[in-house]
């Protein structure tokens, strides 16, 4: 019930974050629990964040009970990490939930991360120069 974390793992190019390896999703999450931040560079679907958005995201990601992750997370249309892995990995992500698109944009970053979910399940679609 890991889909979420590997699909993001899927996506993300190796090398984005550094010397750190990371290949299973306990390593991810705790990875962005250790470097959670606000995201400033990001927008959703073309608009910025407010200040109290952006805080009440790093309060989400701090406050994660790391165990829950076995569990299945339900990933939300403007969720939490997927602003923090955008803003960590400098790579911009397009999730198309039922149908519906929420871009997470970093800045002019051309590459994008592909996902797509139901209600029930994520999956990484691909990696692409454009959205």
């Known amino acids: 019930?890991?889909?979420?974390?590997?699909?993001?793992?899927?996506?993300?190019?190796?090398?984005v974050f550094g010397n750190v390896r990371i290949s299973q999703p306990r390593e991810l999450v705790e990875f962005l629990k250790n470097h959670n931040v606000k995201t400033d560079h990001v927008k959703f679907n073309g608009s910025e964040l407010s200040e109290k958005r952006k805080e009440e995201n790093y309060e989400a990601i701090k406050c994660f009970d790391l165990e829950s992750i076995y569990g299945g997370y339900f990933c939300?249309?403007?969720?939490?990490?997927?602003f923090l892995v955008s803003e960590l990995s400098k790579i911009s992500i397009?999730?198309?939930?039922?149908?519906?698109?929420?871009?997470?944009?970093?800045g002019n970053e051309n590459r994008c991360i592909h996902l797509r979910s139901s209600a029930s399940h994520m999956n990484f679609v691909c990696l692409r120069n454009g959205r």
């Open 1 to 15: 019930m890991t889909c979420v974390w590997t699909a993001l793992l899927s996506g993300i190019p190796r090398d």
């Open 76 to 82: 939300s249309f403007e969720d939490p990490f997927l």
């Open 94 to 106: 397009r999730h198309v939930f039922n149908g519906h698109v929420a871009d997470y944009i970093y």
